[in-house]
């Protein structure tokens, strides 16, 4: 099993959650985060006074699939996120030793 945490751009989520659900029935864990990469954050002007803005909202999608899904959804989120400009994000693939369902006490890939 593999852990995949993406770091996408806000406005594309919507594209990305439909291109993961076309690939069959993943949990998917999104949390609202702020950083920076190689855009390091810009100058915004607000009522006259410039601010400089150096963590960028973003989504980080989290999903733990089998081994044999992780390179279908690395391609399926990246051909959603993409959008050609510096910040679209990335992709970061993470073992998972193993996981629990609660309710049931499955473990593996029969918990997920």
């Known amino acids: 099993m593999k852990k995949i945490e993406a770091i996408i751009k806000p406005f594309k989520l919507d594209e ?14 999104v949390t609202e985060v702020k950083g920076f990469g190689r855009q390091k954050g810009h100058t915004e002007l607000y009522r006259g006074a410039e601010y400089v803005i150096d963590f960028l909202p973003k989504i ?12 279908k959804l690395v391609e399926a989120i990246t051909a959603a996120a993409r959008t050609g400009k510096v910040g679209d994000g990335k992709i970061f693939i993470i073992p998972v ?4 369902r609660i309710r049931t006490g499955e473990r593996g890939v029969e918990a997920l």
């Open 16 to 29: 990305v959650k439909d291109a993961i659900a076309e690939l069959g029935n993943f949990g998917i864990t």
């Open 60 to 71: 980080k999608i989290e999903i733990v699939a089998d081994d044999s899904m992780v390179e």
């Open 97 to 100: 030793e193993d996981a629990v």
